[in-house]
């Protein structure tokens, strides 16, 4: 008779507080698809699960790397091609005394592993509230507290500078700026990026300057990036082929460290050590990175085409409907209205799930100042569906909140 095991095998107790709304959500929507109804998904921010297609010259490069035999490791940082290519991309963008690049498994890869190397017991990160919960996930994992600093609604959700001054401890170690911005859609004005420059010297911070979205300004503003303002400072900015690329299952992100060589140069060692303890980054999908920085953009004429009249849209149901307020997105794919409700946002969401069929996810998986209200929108869906889910959160709203 062999032996049985009885005791249950429990999780680590530092999981208690990893949190990722997003994907949490979609558990009570399986439900409620799983009793037969249609769910109109605004909830998760990939572009392909709608009408985008991965630049048919980034596939062709991937499969031919693939024919070609380039199935096994690749080197830790990532291959030259690509680094050269992200390099010149950086170069472009007026990103100057780089001293590192390097390709990892997606953004998420690139935060995990930079955070890992930064942080110390007791030491803390400025990161936005609300923000991308991947953040506040991963110092959950690494047991460090959350040091949160407010974007300011009134102020078209830029960073709230008062709010980051008030928060830097002698152990905040960094900042972390989302440009475009997840949950909010803004944009930071260069004044801003100087401004938190300035903070981030003053009181010795590395800065995270997270642009995966930089391609996709809706309104042809330029972009700015944090590392172009501020050459001296050690930044580590964050890209990758999900958003402007179009190809998030691919698993391709990068980090760009800048900054004067004797700052920054230490800390990259300790970068370095965590990305070859992990291998390498996916092999043949990093060979679609040149082809996709430096061959044909033509994807992103017609990808900002549809969001620009997808927020308009969205911003018209706002505009018209009861108790809705938002800041117009001028960036990425992400409005995040404001809700005057008797109720949390979390039982907004799972009600509107549960008896409209559209999913968006609560403020409250995302951060937001006490008191107020809100829920994500992704508005990546065509016209005629986003119509369909707005017209159902509006009879929604009216049936419950009349
Ligand atoms: C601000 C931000 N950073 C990082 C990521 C993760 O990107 P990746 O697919 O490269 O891991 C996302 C994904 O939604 C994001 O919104």
Redesign the pocket.
Known sequence: MPVTQIREITPASRLENVRYA?RDLACIADEVARQGHKILPLNI?DPLNFDFQTPAHMIEAVYRAMRDGKNGYSPSSGIKEALDAIRGEAARKGISNIQDVFV????????DICLAALLNPGDNLLTPCPD?P?YSAVLAKFEIGLNAYYLNEEDGWQPDLDDIRKKITPRTRGIVL?NP??PTGSVCTRQMLEEIAELARRHNLIVFA?E??DKLIIDDDPHVAMAAVAPDLPVIT?G????NYLA?GW???WGIASGEASVIKPYLEGVNKLLRARLCANHPEQYAIKPALEGPQDHLVEVKRKLRSRRDLTMKWCAETARVSCVAPRG?FYAYPRIDIPEGDDVFVTELIRQKYVTVVHGSGFGQRPGTKHFRIVFLPDEKTLSAAYSAIGDFMRERYA
Do not use: C, H
């Open positions: 997003i921010g990892t498994s997606g953004v998420s890869e690139t935060v991308y991947l989302i911005n997840n997270d995966i979205y964050f990758g082929l999900s958003k998030p698993r391709v992100g990425a």
